[in-house]
């Protein structure tokens, strides 16, 4: 069976879409981690697979390249309304995700915003393995946390780049306080509207960019007091901007570019 594709990236964080509206959902953690290899498959940070929907433009699920799905990702879900917004010739649409509805607003320069919905900030939400305040976790470096539909944890730095993120990440993203393990952030704050920003990712290892982690940096850092509510966030592969007024929705504004579409083997031939 073939699957057509599109590959598209939000600033370096790359995703591939399948469309299968009208169709059958034929995604299976197996066929997710076939097709997210980088070796003998297509390589993704995400994938996102595009289905009907009876109250919105479509809706997506999200996987992981390990083959876990996950609740929501900014990059992607910019990607598929820049997709659909094409399709119809609109300037906004609204997706289904298991974050709920999203809408997305054609911007200047190429440029897609995403309403992620407002943050989770309760222990029992991001999940925490225990009751505590989230803006201080008992961890070594005292980081933050908060859920966009995953968990963040986020670390603030003073020197980023001395910080070896693939020898931290993988411990910290099983570390026994998070029960559905966790995104680690770590974040060098330039000024209190610009921070330089690498990432641990769930499932997938050191991307170049992560729109939801963007989201969760960022809404840590303003509950610290870091930040003030429209921030850029610098990550390897580009920047984007995050905007969070503390009460309402993160919304997420950045570039998102196609890559190359075809057709992948879903399963071996």
């Known amino acids: 069976m073939t699957l057509p ?5 939000a600033h ?9 509206r009208g169709l059958d959902d034929p ?3 197996e066929v997710a981690r076939r097709l997210g290899d980088r070796h003998t498959g297509i390589g993704f940070n995400q994938l996102a697979v595009v289905l009907d929907c009876e109250d919105a433009a479509a809706r997506i699920k999200f996987w992981n390249p390990n083959g876990t799905p996950l609740a929501t990702c900014g990059s992607a879900t910019r990607g598929v309304a ?13 997706l289904r995700t298991d974050r709920g509805l999203l809408t997305c607003v054609r911007e200047a320069g190429r440029r897609v915003s995403v309403d992620m919905g407002a943050p989770s900030l309760d222990w029992a ?16 470096g005292r980081p933050a946390a908060c859920s966009m539909g995953n968990p963040h944890c986020t670390f603030f730095v003073q020197d980023i780049a001395a910080v070896d993120v693939a020898a931290l990440g993988p411990a910290l993203e099983i570390h026994p306080l998070f029960p559905a393990k966790t995104n680690v952030h770590f974040v ?4 209190r509207g610009h921070i330089r920003l690498r990432i641990w990712e769930r499932g997938g290892g050191v991307p170049l960019g992560s729109g939801s982690c963007c989201c969760g940096a960022v809404v840590n850092g303003i509950r610290r007091g870091l930040l003030d509510a429209t921030v850029q966030v610098q990550c390897d592969g580009g920047t984007v901007t995050v905007h969070w007024d503390g ?14 579409q075809g057709s992948a083997y879903a399963f071996e031939c």
């Open 5 to 9: 594709f599109v590959k598209m990236h």
């Open 12 to 20: 370096g964080d790359d995703f591939i879409i399948i469309d299968r």
């Open 27 to 29: 995604i299976t953690p």
């Open 82 to 94: 820049d997709r659909l917004m094409h399709e119809t010739g609109a300037d906004s649409v609204v």
């Open 125 to 140: 939400a991001v999940p925490l393995a225990e009751a505590m305040d989230t803006r201080t976790l008992p961890i070594e």
């Open 188 to 191: 060098q704050v330039l000024d």
């Open 247 to 260: 009460q309402g929705g993160v919304v997420l504004t950045g570039s998102v570019a196609p890559v190359m």
